[in-house]
């Protein structure tokens, strides 16, 4: 006869894999052989039941092929668990798999062993300025109370993320903190445009440039550069600042600035302006 796992449990098939395991501890706590209202046969169920939901892999092959896919032999592929075939003599039940840390949260509240258990890991998120993600900067954030310095590295992006080790919530009965982990929102810049660890920018040159050429000054994360445009250059061409982009978050060298350059064409021209455009024009430009 087919086994419905989820009814064992007393879930919905839509359950969420957390919830499903806090509907199985509370079932096998009510009904553990050691306790004296305890049912031995009713544990092994739900024991048997969790052994393939707990699994997402098994939980997909039996939402899939049902139990059937678990029987004739070792159960469903998959590692992690433990075999309990044989185990506890006839009466033990076959193929269920067990996941070692549910058994030892579960056993460790009935004889007060097992690993201590973690506390909650915390998460939170900063805003800084497009400059101070290029730059890397310390921000002081406050947890339960406590002030903690947090050293962002220069380089790092917007949506990128650092853990903090023990720095979560308190562990009851002396286990580990958990941690603490800080998102990061970087704020957009009026100029300048991210790419990776590249930079764009926009800027506008006067027409001057594009008869004779020269140098303009070009705003970039670590001051003004000076740029040569040749004559004759074209609006919307780009240019490469080599190495004046950002710097990579893990110490793997720096990005470049390109520069998109814009010329200012005057609704009029003088004399003077058209008599250039006419040389440009005899010199093949």
Known sequence: MSKDY??????????SQDELKKAYRKLAHQHHPDKESGDEAKFKEISEA???????KKRKQYDQFGDAAFNGGQGAPGGGGFNWQGFGGQGGFQNANINFEDLGDLFGEFFGGGRPRKGQD????VAISFMDAVKGISKTVNVDGRDLEVTLPRGINDGESIR?????GAAPEGGQAGDLYIKVRVQAHKDFERRGNDIFSNIRAPFS?????????????????????????ESGKIFKLKNKGVP??????????????????????????????????????
């Open 6 to 15: 989820y009814q064992t449990l007393g879930v919905d098939k839509g359950i």
């Open 122 to 125: 915390y998460q939170m998120s």
């Open 50 to 56: 969790y052994s393939i939901l707990g699994d997402e």
């Open 248 to 285: 990579d978050v893990h110490g793997r060298g720096r990005g470049d600035h390109f520069v998109v350059v814009h010329v200012e064409v005057p609704k009029k021209l003088s004399k003077k302006t058209k008599k250039a455009l006419e040389e440009l024009k005899g010199d093949g430009v």
């Open 209 to 233: 440039l594009f008869i004779k050429g020269g140098a303009i000054d070009v705003p970039t994360v670590d001051g003004d550069v000076e740029l040569k445009i040749p004559s004759a250059t």
């Open 164 to 168: 903090l080790s023990a720095q979560g």
